[in-house]
């Protein structure tokens, strides 16, 4: 009852209102029962283009676009549906607010693992060249695990465009130069990978400028691996002979007066 008039004999009522009260209850009793790190099981309930709804028997969390997949997501529709059931992760809950923050990727393997448990320093495989950048290339070995070609690792000449060389969908053949688990990150090389030689291609005038590593980001890779291709030649001996014929006479000799030996 939302309203009464005794004086019309009018009454008010609410189906709503109650509808209403049973769903915060529900909330309420979801958000005690829910804990962070929990599997559970939902529905899509919407879909934008920051991630997704999940509807969770009453209360509806969020998976965000980063937290759908260990591979690049451009929008969540290319892997999600309306209605789908999913089975996610529960990261963090907003008890004040009632927000929840869901994760679909860490139902799934970590690709990063496998890299660690398969695969060591030294190894060559097969690669997707995803994104060229000023300062080199990054190439895919696995859904989701990409690595760092860095431009002095692209071929054996210098190059000052890694557009030279490749170009985003090029199959390449790379060699693992470090692989950082701590950080998930990798160094690879193509131009120490033996028998592989890419072609040097015609650059066009709007592509310039990309071989410009005046402004290299940190990439978090040890400075020891390139330290053997970087290492400065040892500075050139002086000629003995050239210097023994500069050396000055003794002072004796040259004060000693004209005719007279010293």
Known sequence: MIELNRSRNNVVLSRRAVLEEQRKEDRERILDRLQPGEVVEGTISNIVDFGAFVDLDGIDGLIHISEL??????????????GDKVTVKVLDIDRDRQRISLGLKQTQEDPWQRVVDTYNIGDELEGTVTKVVTFGAFVEILDGVEGLVH????????????????????????????????????????KRV????????????????AGDLDNVPELGLSEDVFAAEEAPAPPPQPDASAEAEEVPPPQAARDAPEGESA
């Not at 997949?69 to 309306?82: A, K, M, R, T, Y």
Request: aromatic share 2%.
């Open 151 to 190: 431009i002095s690792e692209l071929a054996q000449h210098h190059v000052e465009n890694p557009r030279e060389i490749i170009q985003p969908g090029d199959q390449v053949r790379v060699k693992i130069l470090e692989i950082d688990s701590d950080r998930r990150r990798l160094s690879l090389s193509i």
């Open 69 to 82: 997949s260990w591979s690049h997501v451009n929008h969540p529709s290319e892997i999600l549906n309306i």
């Open 194 to 209: 033996e028998g592989q030689e890419l072609p040097v291609r015609p650059i066009a005038p709007e592509e310039s400028g």
